[in-house]
């Protein structure tokens, strides 16, 4: 079935460092992808997101980079701060065009003082 | 401020038992779903609904129930047909198809 899958589950960097997150993705007819930051107790917050006809997508301290090719999404964070601890989930649209989301399992980002 | 509310925080039944969990949004979204969550794992989807007086069902319906009779609710009820009901269950809303959901913060479900 559809899936969305995260490299590593836990993901350790000193404070200062930057941070890169990686994601797979299985559909190759996914053209919407989205990384949302969760922390403890709270709903999934929206970070950044990317369209298929794109392979690179910057916000502030994130980037998102898409590689169609290899199905693989990264999200890299500049200069990770304390705050940034939390667990980051890659979500796809999959082959449906009703707006919901497949989401992978999650990396946890630990940031070190 | 305009966003998901969703109450109460932490809810604790008894199995057996029916509980409704509350989902109200004012951002005047279309579209709203019901996700959800495991320790140590990602969101699945329960039911979504991207109109007034219409949902369907999402991968792991079979326990649960929504309505959609007004536009900023969507309540999502847990019947006592769920096996593992306890839970985050975490409602969203987003304006249309090509744009990110919007996430409430939870409510903790624990049925003993």
């Known amino acids: 079935g559809e899936s969305v899958g995260l490299h590593l589950p836990t993901l350790s960097v000193?404070?200062?460092?930057?941070s890169i997150i990686n994601c797979a993705y299985s559909n190759s007819a996914s053209d919407y992808f989205i990384w949302y930051k969760q922390e403890s107790g709270k709903g999934p917050q929206f970070i950044i997101d990317i369209r298929s006809?794109?392979?690179?997508?910057?916000?502030?301290r994130v980037t998102v980079l898409l590689n169609k090719t290899v199905k693989h999404l990264s999200l890299q964070i500049a200069a990770t701060q304390p705050g940034d601890s939390a667990v980051y989930f890659c979500a796809e649209n999959g082959s449906s065009n009703t707006g919901k989301l497949i989401f992978g399992q999650g990396t946890t980002l630990q940031v070190k003082p | 401020d305009g966003g998901i509310t969703q109450?109460?925080?932490?809810?604790f039944r008894k199995e057996g038992q029916n509980v409704t969990l509350s989902c109200e949004q004012n951002l005047n979204h279309d579209a709203m779903y019901w996700y959800r969550q495991d320790p140590g794992q990602g969101l699945r989807l329960i039911y979504y609904s991207q109109i007034v007086n219409d949902f369907q069902k999402g991968d792991i319906a079979e326990g649960y129930s929504v309505s959609r009779e007004k536009k900023e609710s969507f309540p999502l009820t847990v019947t006592s047909a769920q096996k593992n009901p306890t839970a985050f269950y975490l409602c969203a809303s987003s304006p249309d198809r090509a744009s990110p959901l919007h996430f409430g913060n939870g409510t903790?479900?624990?049925v003993t």
């Open chain 2, 7 to 11: 109450s109460p925080k932490y809810l």
């Open chain 2, 108 to 110: 903790r479900l624990t």
């Open chain 1, 53 to 60: 006809n794109m392979d690179k997508r910057q916000g502030q």
């Open chain 1, 14 to 18: 000193q404070e200062g460092d930057n």
